[in-house]
């Protein structure tokens, strides 16, 4: 088992700050508000603070009332908290927009190849058949989330499969670490760089199924998924920084250390409960902690960011903002901790 020391008490006072701050941020029905509120229901759960909850309520009734956006594969990010507001208040409302989210993704989203879901953040064909790690927080976690709780083998395995594709296309076999995306018109990793964030997109979400799927070793494509997780975390330990950190562009020394991607990689460690990464999640706690302010926000974030062109454009881009993505991630790295 996992040996951290921490004190509890002292998270939790953190974890509270970061959700206060994230709550006021004015996100919107989009992406980055997804994973924010996925790590403040994730605080919820792990807490028992109902405060959290009626947070979320508020700011989501308001919402429905308003009218929502467009579908996209991104905005499907936002069933994760409409799951949680469903379990905590019983509320059919919310588990009804999820299911239009299931719907969409099952039956309108834009695939290519063997039925893979392509990476889209808006109504337009915005990356004609490519792939990116990202998809597998906001698509195909929510639809296995979803199938579990329904019982639906169907729906399981729709985002199983999703899961094996990206891997597939994604993962580097021999150094073990994910690309940002892939081109399936060109056949290629585009720029081919192991961008941080996409590397905690897979690693987190891939921790996660043996969490949510009891009898996982059932289904024929979870023996990839663990053996990809097992791969990539044997070959991340090593990349960490000496701050307990990990880089935008992991595998280059002159490329910043970026916490976004380093919650979501330590919390990968963390749920997948190898005893030897221990060290690793005890160092990254101290550079973590040492990266969020007094006030709730989670410092030196990278923006939203396509994939470049050269390892320059991943230098570039810029860090000095909050960003939803890195409270929700930074939230789930907590949570995981009181676990």
């Known amino acids: 088992m996992l040996k951290i020391e921490y004190d509890r008490e002292k998270i939790i006072e953190i974890i509270d700050a970061v959700v206060k701050k994230t709550m006021s941020m004015d996100l919107t029905w989009e992406w980055p508000c997804g994973v924010a509120f996925y790590g403040v229901a994730d605080a919820y759960y792990k807490t028992g603070n109902n405060d959290y909850i009626d ?62 879901l392509q990476h889209t953040v808006s109504s337009d064909n915005d990356f004609p058949e490519q792939a990116w790690a990202d998809t597998l927080f906001m698509a195909a976690f929510f639809l296995l989330r979803v199938g579990v709780k329904l019982g639906d083998k169907e729906i399981i395995n729709d985002a199983l499969d999703q899961y094996e594709w990206h891997i597939r ?69 090593y990349l960490q920084t000496e701050k307990g950190l990990w880089r935008t562009v992991l595998d280059d020394e002159q490329s910043y250390e970026e916490i976004s991607a380093s919650c979501g990689i330590a919390a990968a460690m963390i749920n997948n409960k190898n005893p030897l990464h221990s060290k690793y999640v005890q160092k990254a706690l101290t550079g973590i902690l040492e990266n969020i302010s007094n006030d709730g926000r989670v410092l030196n974030v990278s923006a939203g960011t396509a994939v470049m062109n050269d390892r320059e454009g991943y230098f570039n881009v810029p860090k000095e903002w909050i960003q939803g993505w890195g409270q929700g991630l930074a939230l789930a790295f907590l949570a995981d901790l009181l676990d």
């Open 169 to 237: 296309f994604l993962q580097n076999k021999e150094a073990g670490l994910w690309y940002h995306g892939y081109s399936h018109k060109e056949q290629n990793n585009m720029s081919g760089f192991f961008w941080g964030r996409a590397n905690a997109w897979a690693a987190y979400t891939m921790s996660r199924m043996k969490i949510l799927l009891k009898d996982w070793y059932l289904y024929p494509q979870c023996m990839n998924i663990e053996c990809s997780l097992r791969d990539q975390l044997s070959a991340i330990k």
């Open 55 to 116: 947070m979320l309520k508020q700011w989501t009734d308001e919402y429905l009332n308003l009218g929502l956006p467009d579908f996209t594969v991104n905005t499907c990010a936002m069933g994760h908290m409409l799951i949680t507001l469903h379990e905590a208040t019983g509320d059919e409302k919310y588990w009804k927009v999820a299911m239009e989210k299931v719907l969409y993704l099952r039956e309108s989203a834009l695939r290519f190849g063997e039925n893979v």
